[in-house]
């Protein structure tokens, strides 16, 4: 099993997260993904707040583990991002500013509500450390996730995490043997 800090930031067991996926749907899937010891997230994107009240009910209906609420900061909803904030979700996750958009507002809000905040990996990480305090964590997702591009797929990641502890194992071993 894979333990790294993030883990005990996030109360979570394994350094798994469930992208939001913008407006789909799918408390199951998300309380599927905490329960079983990653960090699911529901998208938020369009959804009513009566939608969002719903669907967090379901999700803690499920698990009584750690999730995400998940917004897209170009055009966030404020009624259902005020929703979602009344409702403690352990953790709210950001993705898509628009470029010259101050996230600190949205993060202080967050953390005020005593929510954990990450936020989507790209390019816009660095104005979100400038402008917010987002050290909790960094989401990282394969290309086909909203068309972007410039990561690397998850098959990919994994393929590379396999080949290095391969690496590791068989240096180890190899050492073990000359004792």
């Known amino acids: 099993m894979i ?24 408390p199951e899937l998300v309380a599927a ?17 009566e939608q969002v009240h719903a669907g967090t009910a379901a999700i803690r209906k499920v698990t009584n583990r750690p999730f995400a609420l ?14 979602a904030l009344a409702l403690r979700p352990s ?19 967050a953390h005020a509500a005593g929510c954990k905040v990450t936020f989507e990996a790209r390019a816009a990480l660095q104005t979100a450390r400038k402008n917010g ?14 068309l972007i591009h410039d990561i690397a797929p998850a098959a990919e990641i994994v393929s590379r995490i396999a080949e290095e502890a391969e690496r590791i194992l068989t240096d180890r071993m190899t050492r073990f043997a000359r004792k």
């Open 70 to 83: 998940n917004f897209l900061l170009f055009d966030i909803e404020e009624d259902s991002f005020a929703s």
């Open 133 to 146: 305090d987002v050290d909790e964590a960094v989401l990282s997702m394969g290309q086909d996730a909203g």
């Open 91 to 109: 953790v709210i996750a950001f993705a898509w500013p628009s470029p010259e958009q101050d996230v600190a507002p949205y993060v202080e809000r």
């Open 33 to 49: 993904v905490s329960g079983a010891g990653g960090l699911g997230a529901m998208g938020c994107h369009y959804l009513t707040p």
């Open 3 to 26: 333990r790294t800090p993030v883990c005990d930031v996030l109360q979570i067991d394994h350094p798994i997260a469930l992208g939001g996926m913008g407006s789909v749907y799918a």
